[in-house]
């Protein structure tokens, strides 16, 4: 008998190829980190956060605006990243997203909505506002998403950001990514009261809490929250709970966590949790997910190579995209 669920087949399909995509090339990146290939001494991973970046990503829609924390190279795959030109930009290559100067934590494409990756807890939260501002001004019916881990939940900027947000009716998404962990320390130690919620309602931003390693639930409560704030009922709030398999930095053997913690949230994983569901509901088979498996993994391959080809920038490429060219020829 079928699994039942609301989400539609091509969706399910989508969700569980997206994870997978996403899946392979962290696990790829972290490799090549590992390595000395990549550039920059850090890198922060999204392994076992991919359903809640593959359902919102999912939900939105082509055009609509967002920006992301350090931790975002799923959520940009989610929304149409390129992998060749991602990892040519994670090795500080000239054929990358920037031209190799962004790096892992500074990703951007405004060709598909993507304002910027900010290193910086909390600081893209008040540009996806200048999205959601720009979609209402113009009319574009856009929804514009903030990307951001539990870490930023109390920081100030989120509740100036959540105000204005609710006070100006603007189409913004506030996606939490809880990983239950900014850096080393435990969400429930950094905050006296877990109801978050209700704490972005008391600005009047609708809210819902979703199961952050269940894919599907989490496209139906992105979607239904987008299409809110896209018909002008004003910004939401979306707290999806999941876990981050490695540590804080790829190199971060996460001592302050417990093993069997990891292992229990490991036990959830949501690319094997989907699979299942969708080889009961015969949607696929065995053969289907190895060869959707072996693609994948060819696409990944593919792009580390096209890295380790790819140019690096040349030093004359130092001030570049640094001014902006007048009319006249002149920088300023």
């Known amino acids: 008998m079928e699994n039942v669920s609301t989400v539609p087949r091509s969706v399910r399909l989508q969700l569980l190829e997206t994870m997978l995509r996403i899946r392979e090339f962290e696990e790829a990146t972290g490799e090549m980190f590992l390595r000395g290939l990549t550039a920059g001494s850090m890198l922060h991973l ?88 720009t979609s209402k001004y113009l009319e574009e019916g856009k929804v514009s998403v903030a990307f951001f881990g539990d870490g930023a939940l109390n920081q100030g900027i989120l509740y100036e950001s959540m105000n204005m947000a609710a006070l100006w009716d603007l189409p913004v998404l506030f996606a939490v990514i ?97 699979e299942q569901r969708l080889l009961e509901a015969g949607i696929v088979s065995g053969d289907g997910f190895r060869e959707l498996t072996e693609r994948v993994n060819g696409e990944v391959e593919a792009a580390v190579e096209y890295a380790k080809a790819a140019p690096l920038p040349e030093a004359s490429d130092l001030y570049r995209d640094v001014y902006v060219d007048t009319q006249d020829g002149e920088s300023s």
Not at 97 to 121: E, F, Q, R, T
Request: glycine share 16%.
């Open 46 to 133: 999204s392994v076992g956060e991919e359903a809640a970046v593959a359902g919102i990503g999912l939900a939105m829609k082509a055009g609509d605006y967002f920006t992301t924390h350090h931790r975002g190279h799923g959520i940009f795959i989610a929304r149409g990243g390129k992998l060749d030109r991602m990892m040519a930009e994670l090795f500080g290559r000239a054929s990358g997203y920037c031209a190799g100067k962004g790096g892992s934590m500074h990703i951007a494409d405004i060709g598909v909505g993507h304002m910027g990756a900010n290193a910086i807890v909390g600081a893209n939260i008040p540009i996806a506002l200048g999205g959601g501002f």
């Open 178 to 274: 809880n990983n239950q962990y900014g850096m080393g320390t435990r969400i429930d130690r950094a905050s006296a009261c877990l109801e978050f919620v209700k704490r972005a309602e008391s600005f009047g931003v609708r809210g819902a809490e979703v199961d952050g390693m269940d894919a599907e639930e989490v496209w139906r409560i992105a979607s239904e929250l987008l299409r809110h704030s896209r018909r002008g009922g004003g910004p939401t709030f979306l707290m999806a709970n999941t876990y981050r398999f490695y540590g804080h930095g790829r190199k971060d053997p996460s001592p302050y966590r417990d093993k069997s913690e990891e292992q229990e949230w490991r036990s959830r994983d949501p690319i094997r949790t989907l």
